[in-house]
Nanobody
Framework: QLVETGGGSVQAGGSVRLSCAAS?????MGWFRQAPGKEREGVAR???????TYAESVEDRFTVSKDNNQNTLYLQMYSLKPEDTAMYYC????????????????WGQGTQVTVSS
């Protein structure tokens, strides 16, 4: 089970930190987002040894991290833009694979982030 917290409303240029609590330890975890009328897209993922991969659109503004002791995933978002507005989902890969966005198959319920201009 994955439970996201930390979403909310923020003005452009602001920051938000999302958290995802996992009920079990998972080697590969990530963040996805889905804006209204758009397909879900991968934002950031991190493997068991802490190597992170980002979508090009967020690479210089978002930071993903994981607390293995607490089974918690974070997404620190800086310099937010209105186009970052979306429902953000935490996800994990049941077999631990972490080489692509398509490996994720366990999902949280999502948390809304709204960025106003």
């Amino acid at each position: 089970q994955l439970v996201e917290t930390g979403g909310g409303s923020v003005q452009a240029g602001g920051s938000v930190r999302l958290s995802c609590a996992a009920s079990v330890s998972t080697a590969c975890m990530g963040w996805f987002r889905q804006a209204p009328g758009k397909e879900r897209e991968g934002v950031a993922r991190i493997n068991r040894v802490g190597v992170a991969t980002y979508a090009e659109s967020v690479e210089d503004r978002f930071t993903v991290s994981k607390d293995n002791n607490q089974n918690t995933l974070y997404l620190q978002m800086y310099s937010l833009k209105p186009e970052d507005t979306a429902m953000y989902y935490c996800a994990s890969s049941h077999n631990g694979a972490c080489y692509a966005w398509s490996v994720f198959d366990i999902w949280g319920q999502g948390t809304q982030v709204t960025v106003s201009s």
